[in-house]
């Protein structure tokens, strides 16, 4: 049997596995009978380490449109679909996904499993606030349909729950509606966190928001950003251009990093410069414009393989959530950041809304999210940043995770005994399991 | 709108194959042994491509069945392919004689049987496009898989014969050699990424292949001089090759 190296995006850590694919669910129960551990894969977007395993299931191939009611809204598909290919179906039809995150190229059993959040999670919710229904396929070998009612603590552990109760087959969820394929969007320069904050408040109205923060600026203009706003543009809001076909889908023009960069390219003042670019490129302090959904949504996406620009070793994405009350842990851990140099390209600044569910990662507050590439000296500086978020009730988003401590995700999640309890009952044994989920002592 | 028939339709290159006309305006027959798996992959193409397909039943091994399958079908197709094979282990296979039939019946017979009757219409109405999935396996027999090499042998020597002939009805016949394909059947095994192409683009140098005309499509250009090399090696140093 063919073994591999497979790694996630962040290219950390980097481990060998065998990878199975098909093309049918009847072909999952031979992968699941053949092997004594194995976890589910889609597209290998998440950063960290939990999607990999001694044998992993390939779900790319098991990518099939099963259903698309154009009048409601409704869409339901295999687990291994991508995003992108979803969104060149329901564009044109005048619908769009009701949560997407920073990244097109994700499967939809990787956005329940991570249930993902987008720019509009004060608005929308995350991923699983729209799925209707779903199929699990245990370790058993059994399928179960689950919903909000049907078995609700199999829906509640699967979203947001690394796919450790079984493999995710289907999924059956709604769709938001658009006039336009378009994006009425405001960008706001703001000289400091306090600023950036105050708007963030400000403008709590607008359906998509986040901020991108630059790091590195220490005084006045600590936290400088630039808060990027955006709405479903009308009809009305379209040039004659763009009139003429108002539910484009985009044309594929890509570039790719075509090897990893060299380590040293990296460092605190190409960061720097960056961050300055970055930061000057506006030069109004506000500039509003309509353009097309990919650069507002997907501004990545645009260079195949980015994740290269961080050289061989890798790097991490720290996500952290805070509570409303907690700005001062924010500030607090973005002076150590920028005080240890540690050189984040950018970081993305996001106000979640209200979300209490079992597993997953958003709740009420800031999150921040940024790249650090791997070096020695990074694993302890990201241990006492880990202190921080706990001592400020934050915690740690799962799907960008590949170093905390297990005492730290069982002290921040506080569902995690349920959560446990949960799979053990639909994953008995744990023949279902990745290096995160032992990691972090899920399954151990 | 024209139509494409694929015998076939479940394996990696079949469905991709598909999944390409159907991108191209083409409405699909998807044909293969279970049709009730086959429904996921009827709903994704007519979501998808917004073009109509159609399921239907048929197994290479029924030859009697293979004339009221294609009286069956409408529209009748503008283009056929025929991607069923099977393949494996040869020791196994020179080992069991029902496994050796199967082998051979898959890849060869199953295929002079449906073609026969699909030529015969095509010749018939001047028109019409036949596409083989054959193998460079069958370029040259070799021990570790000369019973499926010596099916896709007379397979491509069938399609030869068959371009020959219907080329006077104005009838198109493509015999493609693919290489080695990133496939279901070939997951266990380590390929030269260069050498190896994966579905789509098998489906894509099939497409650009029929719609030039071609007659023998490599999928990846090198092969051909890859089995150039392989045919010229004479007898006397080829058998004592482990290959």
Redesign the interface.
């Known amino acids: ?2 073994k591999k190296f497979i790694a996630n995006w962040g290219n950390f850590p980097v481990m060998e596995s065998e ?6 669910s ?2 999952i129960k031979d992968s699941l009978n053949q092997t004594d551990s194995i976890i589910a894969r889609g597209n290998g977007r998440c950063y960290g380490d939990a999607s990999l395993e001694k044998y992993t299931l390939s779900t790319l ?1 098991y ?6 009611d154009v009048e409601q809204g409704i869409f339901e598909c ?1 687990s291994g679909i991508t995003l992108d ?1 979803i969104l ?2 329901i564009v044109p039809k005048g619908w769009f996904l009701p949560v997407t995150p920073g990244t097109k190229y994700i499967t939809v059993g990787g956005a329940v499993a991570s249930d993902v959040h987008g720019k509009n999670h004060h608005v929308d919710g995350s991923f699983s606030a729209h799925v209707l229904e779903m199929d699990v396929l245990l370790s058993t070998g059994e399928t179960l349909t689950c919903s909000t009612n049907q078995y609700p603590d199999l829906f509640w552990a699967t979203c947001g729950g690394m796919g450790l109760t079984g493999i995710i087959t289907r999924v059956k969820f709604d769709l938001k509606k658009i006039e336009t394929s378009y994006i009425r969007q405001k960008q706001i320069k703001a000289e400091n966190l306090e600023e950036v904050l105050r708007l963030f408040d400000e403008n709590q109205h607008y359906t998509y928001s986040v901020a991108w923060i630059d790091c590195l600026k220490k005084g006045k203009n600590f936290g400088r950003s630039i808060l990027m706003l955006g709405e479903h543009a009308g009809l009305q809001d379209l040039d004659a251009k763009q009139r003429m076909e108002p539910l484009k889908v985009p044309s594929k023009k890509q570039i790719s990093f075509p090897f990893n960069l060299p380590s040293f390219v990296l460092n605190q003042y190409t960061v720097k410069a960056f961050n300055f670019l970055f930061y000057g490129k506006n030069f109004k302090k506000e500039i509003n414009n309509v353009v097309s959904y990919e650069p507002f949504f997907y501004p990545l996406d645009a260079v195949l393989h980015w994740n290269r620009g961080y050289g061989k070793k890798g790097f991490l994405q720290y996500q952290f959530v805070l509570p409303l009350e907690s700005k001062q842990g924010l500030i607090e851990i973005l002076h150590r950041i920028s005080n240890a140099g540690m050189g984040s390209f950018l970081a993305v600044l996001k106000v979640f809304g209200e979300q209490n569910d079992l597993i997953s990662f958003p709740k009420k507050g800031y999150t921040l999210a940024l790249d650090f590439p791997v070096r020695n000296n990074l694993f302890p500086f990201l241990d006492e940043l880990d202190k921080i978020v706990m001592q400020y009730n934050g915690r740690l988003y799962l799907s960008k995770d590949a170093r905390m401590k297990a005492d730290v995700f069982w002290k921040s999640y506080e569902n995690a005994n349920k959560f446990q309890e949960i799979i053990k009952k639909y994953n008995p044994g744990f023949r279902i399991n990745s290096i995160q989920a032992r990691r972090l002592h899920i399954t151990q | 709108m024209p139509t494409v028939l694929i015998l076939g339709a479940t394996s990696d290159i079949g469905f991709a194959i598909a999944r390409k006309f159907a991108s191209e305006k083409y409405n699909v027959q998807l044909a293969a042994r279970n049709t009730n798996s086959l429904q996921p992959f009827q709903s994704d193409i007519q979501i998808r491509y917004g073009v109509q397909c159609s399921l239907h039943s048929f197994n290479a091994l029924d030859f009697n069945a293979h004339l009221s399958f294609y009286n069956s079908l409408v529209p009748k197709p503008d283009i056929t392919v025929y991607v069923i094979g099977y393949l494996n282990d040869n020791e196994m296979v020179i080992s069991d004689w029902e496994e050796s039939l199967r082998t051979i019946n898959t890849n060869y017979t199953g295929a002079v049987s449906i073609l026969n009757i699909i030529a015969a219409d095509y010749a018939a109405h001047k028109a019409g496009t036949i596409v083989g999935i054959s193998s460079v396996a069958g370029n040259r027999g070799r021990q570790s898989n000369y019973i499926y090499g010596s099916a896709k042998s007379a397979f491509t020597s069938y399609l030869s014969g068959l371009r020959n002939k219907l080329y006077h009805d104005k009838v198109h016949v493509m015999t493609v050699l693919p290489g080695f394909v990133y496939t279901k059947m070939t997951e266990h095994l380590k390929l030269p990424p260069l050498l190896t192409a994966s579905p789509e683009g098998v489906a894509e140098a099939i497409y650009n292949g029929v719609r030039t005309k071609r007659d023998v499509l490599y999928v990846k250009w090198f092969w051909k001089w890859i089995m150039l090399i392989i045919t010229t090696i004479p007898e006397s140093i080829f058998k004592k090759k482990k290959l």
């Open positions: 049997m063919m990878e199975k694919s098909f093309s049918f009847e072909q191939k990518d099939k449109i099963l259903f698309f295999q290919k060149e179906v």
